[in-house]
C-alpha cells in the first residue's frame, strides 16, 4: 500500500528565516505531487505540482519555492520566511491528474 | 462566483441520524467528483470518487452527482461520533492538475 509522509508536524519560525518542508512517497513510482497551503476559511490553495523529477509548476507566485530531486520526495522551500506564510501546509500525491489525490498529515507553521 | 460551493456550516446531529452534506459547482466541465474528511489538525482523506452522474456506495457512505444541477452530496447513514470531522468536496475537469475545493463543512455527531 501507499504512504505518505511529511515532516515536521509543526514548525515555528521567526520572520526572515529560511524554510525547508519535506514529503516523501512510499509504495508507488512516478507519482504527481502536489503542495497545498490550507488558511481558516480559506479552503486548500493549491502552491505547486509536479509529474516528474525536476518538473516544477507554480500555480500562485510567492514567497516559495518547490523542487524534486528524487521520484517520490517534494520539498517546500522558502529563502525568507514573511509572516503571511503562517498556516497549514497539506503534501499530496496522485497516480494522476484524473485520479484522486492522497494527502499527508499536513505540517501547521507559525511565523513570529 | 467561486468554483466549488458548500455551506460551512457548523452541522450538529445526534448520532444515528441520517447526514446529508452537498456543495454546488460551477465549472460544467468537472466530470470527476472527490469528497474528503479531514479530523482537526490532520491532513484529508478521501472518502468517496465518483465520475461523472450518479450515485456511489460505500458501506454507510453515498455519494450523489448531478450534472444536470450540479450539484454533488455525501449521504452518511447511522452517524457516528467518529464521523465528527470536516468534509471537503472537490471537482475537477478530465486532465486537468487542479482539484478545486469547496471550503468545508464541520460535522460533530453528538452522542
Known amino acids: 500500500s501507499q504512504t505518505i509522509h511529511q515532516w515536521p508536524a509543526t514548525l515555528v519560525q521567526p520572520v526572515g528565516s529560511p524554510l525547508s518542508l519535506e514529503c516523501t512517497v512510499e509504495?508507488?513510482?512516478?507519482?504527481?505531487l502536489y503542495w497545498y497551503r490550507q488558511a481558516a476559511g480559506r479552503g486548500l490553495q493549491l502552491l505547486f505540482y509536479?509529474?516528474?523529477?525536476?518538473?516544477i509548476s507554480s500555480e500562485v507566485p510567492q514567497n516559495l519555492s518547490a523542487s524534486r530531486p528524487q521520484d517520490r520526495q517534494f520539498i517546500l522551500s522558502s529563502k525568507k520566511l514573511l509572516l503571511s506564510d503562517s498556516g497549514f501546509y497539506l503534501c499530496?500525491?496522485?497516480?494522476?491528474?484524473?485520479?484522486?489525490?492522497?494527502f499527508g498529515d499536513g505540517t501547521r507553521l507559525s511565523i513570529l | 462566483q467561486k468554483e466549488v460551493e458548500q455551506d460551512p456550516g457548523p452541522l450538529s446531529v445526534p448520532e444515528g441520524a441520517i447526514v446529508s452534506l452537498n456543495c454546488t459547482y460551477s465549472?460544467?466541465?468537472?466530470?470527476?467528483f472527490m469528497w474528503y474528511r479531514q479530523y482537526s489538525r490532520k491532513g484529508p482523506e478521501l472518502l468517496m470518487y465518483?465520475?461523472?452522474?450518479g450515485n456511489k456506495e460505500d458501506g454507510r457512505f453515498t455519494a450523489q452527482v448531478d450534472k444536470s444541477s450540479k450539484y454533488i452530496s455525501l449521504f452518511i447513514r447511522d452517524s457516528q461520533p467518529s464521523d465528527s470531522a470536516t468534509y471537503l468536496c472537490?471537482?475537477?475537469?478530465?486532465?486537468?492538475?487542479?482539484?478545486?475545493f469547496g471550503k468545508g463543512t464541520k460535522l460533530t455527531v453528538n452522542p
Open positions: 499530496a500525491w496522485s497516480r494522476g491528474f484524473d485520479q484522486p489525490q492522497h
Open positions: 509504495g508507488t513510482s512516478n507519482p504527481n
Open positions: 509536479s509529474v516528474g523529477i525536476g518538473q
Open positions: 465549472n460544467s466541465a468537472f466530470q470527476y
Open positions: 465518483t465520475y461523472s452522474s
Open positions: 472537490a471537482g475537477t475537469q478530465g486532465g486537468s492538475e487542479k482539484l478545486v
